[in-house]
């Protein structure tokens, strides 16, 4: 089985490049330089700026699931740390709009209105022996999961190698801490990855939560 890549981004300031050092289950997976801006360091949150330069990437197992303990030690500047990434994540089938997929995941929805938009979709399209296994409430899952493969039209699909989604389906880091002080964020109401201001001489650690991969 091939590894899944991980890419953590972000953005260091500073007049030179700043130095860092990131660890994954204490083993160290980047040590160097990234480069910076010399401009003043934004104040977080921020919807408005968009920080995406990947400092560092690592394999994990494409079979692992659950949390992994890291740390992003900064030695000099002053580094802000945003997003991570991973390839092989289940990501929406792009054979269907958002609007369908909203549908299709409402657990409102009925079976027959799902099946509907399935045969909008279907590459090679559904027969009727296709349509009436899947409205048969009778049918396993594992006969219907099937059935949609085979049609090209699984409501989600694997990234694939290229494809780098955010690794978690939440806030990837959790049991944040810098410098050994817990930290919770002040989120009022923003979902989605928090970002972390971290400064010469501190550290950031957390844990990092995978999401499992789809293949």
Not at 74 to 95: D, K, L, M, R, W
Request: charged fraction near 10%.
């Amino acid at each position: 089985m091939a590894n899944r890549t991980v890419q953590i981004e972000g953005q260091g300031y500073g007049s030179s490049p700043a130095q860092i050092t990131v660890t994954a289950n204490g083993n160290t997976v980047f040590s160097g330089t990234v480069s910076a801006v010399s401009q003043l360091v934004p104040v977080l949150p921020n919807l408005d700026i968009n920080l995406s330069e990947i400092f560092c990437t690592f394999e994990i197992d494409q079979a692992f699931t659950g949390q992994i303990p890291m740390t992003c030690a900064v030695s000099s500047g002053t580094v802000i740390f945003t997003q991570i990434y991973a390839n092989y994540a289940e990501i929406p089938n792009p054979v269907y709009t958002p609007e369908q997929i909203t549908i299709l995941t409402s657990p409102t929805t009925t079976q027959a209105e799902r099946v509907t938009i399935y045969t909008q979709v279907a590459n090679p399209p559904l027969s009727q022996t296709d349509i009436d296994t899947l409205l048969d409430p009778a049918a396993t899952q594992e006969q219907k999961n099937a059935i949609l493969a085979a049609h090209n039209c699984t409501i989600y699909i694997s990234s694939g190698v290229d494809g780098f989604w955010p690794i978690y389906n939440t806030d990837p880091r959790s049991s944040v801490t810098i410098d050994g002080t817990a930290q919770t964020p002040d989120r009022d109401g923003l979902g989605g990855t928090w970002w972390w201001q971290i400064n010469t001489g501190s550290t950031l650690a957390y844990q990092l939560n995978v999401d499992p991969a789809a293949l």
